[in-house]
């Protein structure tokens, strides 16, 4: 295995009793990248986080960590990483201060320096005026804010971020988004898992989608978009517009004709055709009055309907296959 | 520093973390305070007038003080339970495990905080005692003895709650710990002479470790003939500690492999 990457990951199997949360995921992120593990729940991605993070052996295959094994070396590597779970594992019953503390004393930083971390790291989220205040008086945002800061203490090089963004206002959610692309800019090689294309889209280098245990696809965002079929237009027109001159005047922005359904214009967009900028300018010129234009991005479900035909299933129980959704797909 | 320091540092940065809950808890700080004096007083006052003494114990607050202090340090560990079952719940158990720590800290660090709670519980108790009438018959070194095997006993209680908080998926079934403790501190020599008890609730009373540490403590604070108490409550607690310990660290092991 080459030392390039900083996380590196071959043939990875776990199973519990008969279910197969992994069943060979290979995954590779160089250093100073953002890899998104993008799935569904239930696909494996926070098992396979488990195993990155020392937490959980593989029944088979390897992986390397910042060069070191997570087996071998897991000890050793324990001090290279940062881990944000899926809960906010924050304590309670501690202060803020007293929680990012504590996490440095056992990253053996010292008590000075633990201190000092404590403050820089509150300071930046925004949490300062929650220093001495008990954990358990925390918003989730602050929490999760909390939880994120808990990772970085030892400014690990390699942080891994399961659904950091998980029942998050939209506020909080873009703040923790600013935080983590201000890490990797500082270096940081950083794995997220998420069940948002959007928030791959936004932080991952590049991205690999799992499914039932399996990587089905990985690329970057515009390599599986261009799979997806990238953003769609979406325009309703006033009543009494020229139906046919709008579509004329939109046709050179599109992937393929624009059709019209329910009275809704809907069409592939061309990428770097100017986005939705330029096809408002369009349509003015050709006389077509707008009730609302909007831009859809790719979902999760469109993703998974172009790669596996069927919806990502967000709730899916194991055992119980539903058939692809039409309705969905439409 | 060596392996062993850093170990040793781990442990105390969790024990501390532990520790800090219980001003912050108040049903827990209750627990550890007004709920001993509660019971001391209570058994004195209630029971107190009622049970007829073997001669050579002066008054039922001689008698009680050594027993219920037993009891008390039996239950100190059950904060232990209800601590690790909600780490392991909101992921902070993870997030230990994620850290370059000693593997043996996180259950070190939960028994050596409680080793501190059940120390000032029996201050607490004891001064209450002194307080409605306890008096010791021993010199300093008998009462430290005393203490000392009240704390190992007490170690040994907290492995079978950090085995129960690791085994149990809430709080709440954690504290099935109980169902164990409550009947064997009753059918002991702790509350009440054995020999007052049914035939067969009298043979198991008397083999009962809790009536063996009862009345080393007993024998040490009321200078009364220790027979084998004293070195058989050692043997008991150490006993328990090497069966009970490594069960909970091979289900901390598991616990957190999910």
């Known amino acids: 295995m080459s030392s ?3 996380v590196e990951a071959e043939g990875l199997v776990k199973s ?3 279910v197969k949360a992994l069943a060979g995921v290979d995954l590779r992120a160089p250093a100073g990248s953002v890899l998104g593990l993008l799935g569904p729940n239930g696909a494996g991605k926070t098992t396979a986080v488990r195993i990155l993070t020392t937490l959980l052996p593989p029944d088979s295959g390897s992986a390397r960590v910042a060069g070191l094994d997570v087996v071998a070396d897991a000890t050793a590597l324990r001090s290279q990483i940062g881990l944000a779970g899926q809960y906010a594992a924050v304590d309670e019953n501690l202060t803020g201060a007293e929680n990012l503390e ?3 004393r056992l990253y053996h930083l010292g008590k000075a320096k633990s201190r000092e971390r404590a403050r820089e790291l509150l300071e930046r989220f925004e949490l300062d005026e929650a220093t001495d205040r008990l954990a358990r008086t925390y918003s989730g945002g602050m929490r999760r804010r909390l939880d994120l800061a808990a990772a970085l203490v030892a400014a690990p090089p390699v942080i891994f971020l399961d659904e950091p963004t998980t029942g998050l206002d939209p506020r909080s959610r873009a703040n923790l988004l600013e935080t983590i692309e201000g890490r990797v800019a500082e270096g940081t090689t950083v794995l997220l898992t998420t069940q948002t294309l959007d928030e791959a889209d936004r932080l991952a280098d590049s991205i690999s989608v799992i499914d039932h245990g399996k990587v089905i696809a990985e690329g970057t965002s515009d390599e599986l978009k261009a799979r997806v079929g990238g953003e769609r237009l979406e325009v309703t027109l006033t009543e009494g517009s020229q139906q046919e001159q709008a579509i004329e005047a939109l046709v050179p922005l599109a992937e393929e004709r624009p059709a019209c359904e329910n009275g809704i214009l809907k069409l592939p967009m061309r990428d770097g055709a100017g986005g939705i900028a330029e096809a408002v300018r369009r349509l003015d010129q050709a006389g077509a009055g707008i009730e609302d234009i909007a831009l859809r991005r790719p979902t999760l479900d469109d993703v998974f309907i172009a790669l596996t035909g069927r919806a990502a299933e ?3 129980r194991e ?12 | 520093m060596s392996a062993l320091q850093y170990a040793a540092s781990d442990t105390l940065v969790l024990a501390k973390r532990n520790l800090a809950r219980i001003p912050r808890a108040p049903d827990l700080l209750i627990s550890y305070t007004v709920q001993p004096v509660m019971f001391v007083l209570l058994f004195v006052y209630v029971f107190g007038g009622a049970i007829e003494l073997p001669p050579q114990f002066g008054d039922y607050t001689d008698f009680l003080m050594p027993g219920i202090v037993v009891q008390t340090m039996a239950f100190g560990g059950f904060v232990t339970a209800i601590g690790l079952s909600e780490d392991l719940r909101k992921g902070l158990i993870d997030r230990f495990r994620s850290l370059p720590i000693a593997r043996s800290a996180v259950l070190a660090g939960r028994t050596i905080s409680d080793i501190a709670l059940n120390l000032l519980s029996i201050v607490i108790m004891m001064g209450v005692g002194l307080l409605v009438g306890f008096t010791f018959e021993a010199n300093v070194l008998e009462i430290l003895a005393g203490v000392g095997i009240l704390l190992l006993f007490g170690y040994a ?12 998926s809430s709080s709440e079934s954690a504290q099935a710990g109980f169902i164990v403790i409550f009947p064997l501190t009753f059918a002991s020599s702790a509350f009440v002479p054995p ?4 035939a067969g609730l009298q043979a198991f009373a008397e083999a009962n470790p809790f009536s063996t540490v009862t009345d080393a403590i007993r024998a040490l ?10 070195w058989m409550s050692v043997v008991w607690s150490v006993g328990l500690i090497l069966v009970l310990a490594p069960l909970a660290a091979s289900r901390y092991r598991k616990a957190t492999h999910r």
């Open chain 2, 157 to 168: 209680w907290s492995w079978f709650f950090a085995l129960m908080g690791l085994t149990a």
């Open chain 1, 314 to 316: 967000h709730e899916q």
């Open chain 2, 221 to 230: 604070w009321l200078d009364l003939p220790a027979h084998t108490d004293v």
């Open chain 1, 319 to 330: 055992g119980e296959e539903r058939e692809p959704a039409e309705e969905v797909a439409a």
């Open chain 1, 16 to 18: 519990y009793g008969d």
């Open chain 2, 195 to 198: 020999d007052s008890m049914p």
């Open chain 1, 4 to 6: 390039d990457y900083a």
């Open chain 1, 102 to 104: 504590m996490v440095g």
